[in-house]
């Protein structure tokens, strides 16, 4: 399902991080966008110790 975004957590944590700060405003809109589910980026990510801020718009 995750077509335009690694497997690798560590990888797919990159590649979202920085499309978080250069092209999109909310996790929501890359979600839309690249046609992604949020609720299983978000749990992949917490898998390996990371959280969405949403404030900063990153996973930390």
Same mark, same amino acid.
């Given at each position: 399902?995750?077509?335009g975004l690694p497997?690798?957590? !560590?990888?797919?944590?990159?590649? +979202? ?6 092209? =999109?405003?909310?996790l929501e809109d890359?979600c839309e966008d690249?046609? !992604?589910?949020?609720?299983?980026? +978000? ?6 110790? =990371? ?10």
């Amino acid at each position: 399902m995750q077509t335009g975004l690694p497997k690798d957590a !560590v990888m797919r944590l990159s590649v +979202v991080n920085t499309k978080l700060r250069d092209v =999109y405003h909310t996790l929501e809109d890359l979600c839309e966008d690249m046609d !992604v589910d949020k609720e299983e980026i +978000v749990s992949s990510l917490r898998a390996i110790g =990371y959280e969405y801020d949403e404030g900063i718009r990153q996973f930390v």
